[in-house]
């Protein structure tokens, strides 16, 4: 199953890129992440890392890629977890005064269905 999200927000399209980017920035904004264990400062292709989550929840990823030279920034990954997978990606553009983001996720139907109502609040506090 696929399904895709769009949120839009006031902060400015560079943040929300770098607060995407940046792994170690990535609780601040998803409340579903604890920390992230990632050998880079910043995403790369081909690379790999493990999302912490509540109650010990881990999630193994691999960047697929990252096109930052663009009109329409975007990223996306493969996540694994309790023997499911998903696909990511991510968009990220100017919007106004603000950002436009985009997720869209692809993987075993229960899975995304569960998983979009939590991305899209993280979305939110990612643009806002």
Request: neutral net charge.
């Amino acid at each position: 199953m696929m399904r895709s999200v769009v949120v839009c927000g006031p902060r400015g399209d560079e943040d929300v890129w770098d607060r995407y980017v940046r792994p170690a920035r990535w609780p601040e904004w998803s409340p579903q992440i604890r920390s992230v264990d990632y050998p880079a400062e910043t995403l790369a292709a081909s690379t790999s890392g493990i999302v912490h989550g509540p109650a010990g929840l881990r999630v193994e990823f691999e960047v697929l890629d990252v096109v930052e030279q663009a009109a329409v920034r975007s990223w996306s990954w493969s996540v694994s977890a309790a023997g499911l997978r998903m696909h990511l990606r991510h968009t990220v553009e100017a919007a106004g005064t603000g950002t436009k983001t985009g997720l869209t996720v692809s993987g075993f139907a229960p899975a995304v269905l569960g998983y979009l109502p939590i991305a899209r609040l993280a979305l939110h506090r990612l643009v806002s």
